[in-house]
């Protein structure tokens, strides 16, 4: 059985810092590419970082709002996704979500929500003024 668990959310001042994880298991995490959305209150869930699967080089993808503030990872050996997030802004308030996928990764489906086969729970993302 596939799980993926987030952690690490939490409130924050903006300008502030919080590194998300996600522990998968149950599967051949290297083979899945994985992602993370979030959806802010009466807001659409939208990708936010996308992750190639692969071991030697993985590639990334950011929606344009968090390039240069968020950074997406992965450690294939603890089967586990990273978001770490600088700069938080209070736009940035949301419930966090990650996937894994292995259908087709590209540029534009990174951020599709139909191309992930498996969704965590979430994690709560609070940034005050």
């Known amino acids: 059985q596939v799980q993926l668990v987030e952690s690490g959310g939490g409130s924050v001042q903006a300008g502030g810092s919080l590194r998300l994880s996600c522990a998968a298991s149950?599967?051949?995490?290297?083979?899945?590419?994985m992602g993370w959305f979030r959806q802010a209150p009466g807001k659409e869930r939208e990708g936010v970082a996308g992750?190639?699967?692969?071991?030697?080089?993985?590639?990334?993808l950011y929606t344009d709002s968090v390039k240069g503030r968020f950074t997406i990872s992965r450690d294939n050996t603890k089967t586990t996704l990273y978001l770490q997030m600088n700069s938080l802004k209070p736009e940035d308030t949301a419930m966090y979500y990650c996937?894994?996928?292995?259908?087709?990764?590209?540029?534009?489906?990174?951020?599709?929500?139909?191309?992930?086969?498996?969704w965590g729970q979430g994690t709560q993302v609070t940034v005050s003024t």
């Open positions: 996937a894994a996928g292995n259908g087709y990764w590209s540029s534009v489906s990174w951020r599709t929500e139909s191309n992930y086969n498996y």
């Open positions: 149950g599967l051949v995490y290297s083979t899945y590419y």
């Open positions: 992750i190639s699967h692969g071991t030697t080089y993985t590639y990334t």
